[in-house]
């Protein structure tokens, strides 16, 4: 994964050089590059909150969106799943804006965007809270996809019949990962996965992201209060402040700078 990191180092600058020369114009990002920020803004209201975010994510790597209370993170996520305008900037999927488009487009072009909060129908069984997953996908795939669910996760298929309601934590964190699955992303927006989680259970999490990486290639933008666990298995890390980029590099890069680390990562 060094090889990648280090690509996605360099492609973050050479993004912006694109971008300046055709912003807008369909594909500027280097080869490989799945999700492309370039220049965002974004806010509610009078309040803004992102100013001039860029950042590339490459393909089939973990990006690690870290940063304190407030900083804009998932502000971030809602402006490229689109339940947030972008007010100036660029937001592309292999070369396709997303930018001024409905969350349902960006859903279908590829983005799955898991929320905060572990967020399951409670009442509903494991396998009702799967098929709300399935809505974007064509009738004749939906059985393989519960299957392969099932079979990629065997907890869900354990409980399938259960109500998603008791579940614990770490096994709602993986019916909600396992649902945006289900509608075979390109890129997956997850945000804070580890949040209320046991360390033991957060372990666990993380390398299932990591594993969807690994077997997927799936690109995955991860947003975590949890820095030092994200940063174990992400690429690249990109640290937000005041809705602004303060820093991007290379993963052990930036867990290695002890200086950022404790100025805004708290570790
Ligand atoms: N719906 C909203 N209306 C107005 N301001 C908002 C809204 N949602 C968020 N904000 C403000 O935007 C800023 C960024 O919030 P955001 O939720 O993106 O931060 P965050 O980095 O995800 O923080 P946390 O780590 O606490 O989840 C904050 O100042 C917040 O108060
Ligand atoms: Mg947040």
């Not at 220049?39 to 509610?44: C, E, R, T, V, W």
């Not at 009442?123 to 059985?143: C, D, H, K, S």
């Not at 980029?245 to 805004?264: C, F, I, M, N, P």
Request: hydrophobic share 45%.
């Amino acid at each position: 994964m060094a090889d990648n990191g280090g690509a996605a180092g360099n492609g973050a600058a050479g993004n912006r050089a694109a971008g300046n020369r055709a912003a807008g114009n369909g594909p500027t990002g280097r080869a490989g590059s799945a999700l492309d920020i370039r220049d965002l803004a974004a806010g509610y209201g009078n309040v803004a909150v992102l100013d001039n975010v860029t950042i590339a994510a490459a393909a089939g790597t973990i990006t690690a969106v870290l940063g304190a209370n407030g900083a804009g993170k998932t502000t971030l996520l809602r402006t490229i799943s689109g339940s947030v305008r972008a007010r100036a900037g660029q937001i592309e999927i292999d070369g396709m804006s997303l930018v001024r488009r409905a969350p349902e487009e960006i859903a279908r072009a590829g983005v799955a965007h898991v929320p905060e909060g572990q967020g399951v129908i409670t009442e509903l069984t494991v396998e009702e809270n799967l098929r709300l997953g399935l809505l974007l996908r064509p009738r004749r795939e939906r059985a393989a996809a519960i299957a392969d669910a099932y079979q990629r996760f065997g907890v869900l298929g354990d409980r399938r019949r259960q109500a998603a309601g008791t579940l614990s934590g770490g096994e709602r964190q993986i019916l909600v990962i396992a649902r945006a699955l289900l509608s075979a992303p390109r890129v997956l927006l997850l945000d804070e996965p580890s949040l209320g989680l046991a360390p033991k259970i957060v372990a666990q999490v993380m390398d299932l992201i990591a594993r969807l990486r690994d077997e997927s290639g799936l690109t995955v933008v991860l947003v975590e209060q949890n820095a030092r666990s994200a940063l174990e298995i992400a690429d690249k890390g990109v640290v937000l402040n005041l809705g602004r980029v303060v820093a991007e590099s290379d993963a052990a890069e930036l867990a290695a700078d002890v200086g950022l680390r404790r100025h805004y990562l708290g570790f």
